[in-house]
């Protein structure tokens, strides 16, 4: 998946050009996703995210000629601090594990790994609320929030619900 420029308000995804979204499949669930990204400007990110008026993601961020895993929150309204900034760890590799696991009530937590083995939470378990006009999604995305174009990119080997 290309890193698409999304310039607009902040980083919110209700403009993003390129998310591959799905309903939640079940009123339970894991997705997680093998992701290896090869992002070129500073901000580009690519990871998963959970999508409705409210959402949340953990992604892949290139900062400062490092690599980071970070996850994020915002809502769909017209201010300046519609994304926020939740958790982060330095990434070891351009190649990791992410997953999100919503319960019964909507409550979803993320998590990342290195070896598809052992996750590690990050961030705070974030409430999935539906769309305007359907309801939550989860999926995919690769994106970057720089007015200059990027060859960055992501490939998503696979992605699985259990």
């Not at 997680?32 to 993601?57: F, H, N, P």
């Amino acid at each position: 998946m290309n890193s698409v420029r999304s310039i607009t308000q902040n980083g919110t995804f209700w403009f993003a050009p390129n998310l591959l979204l799905q309903k939640f499949s079940a009123p339970s669930f894991t997705a997680t996703t093998k992701i290896e990204s090869q992002l070129i400007l500073d901000g580009e990110r690519c990871g998963l995210v959970i999508m409705g008026t409210e959402w949340a993601y953990i992604a892949l961020v290139k900062s400062n000629d490092s690599l980071y895993i970070c996850t994020y929150e915002g809502l769909y309204e017209r201010c300046d601090k519609a994304l926020k900034k939740t958790g982060f760890v330095v990434a070891i590799t351009n190649t990791s594990y992410l997953r999100v696991s919503a319960d019964t009530e909507g409550l979803c937590q993320f998590s990342y790994s290195n070896d598809s083995n052992h996750f590690e939470n990050l961030g705070t378990p974030f409430k999935a609320k539906k769309g305007k006009w359907i309801g939550a999604k989860v999926g995919l995305f690769c994106v970057n929030p720089n007015i200059t174009e990027s060859n960055g990119y992501a490939t998503f080997n696979w992605f699985r619900f259990e």
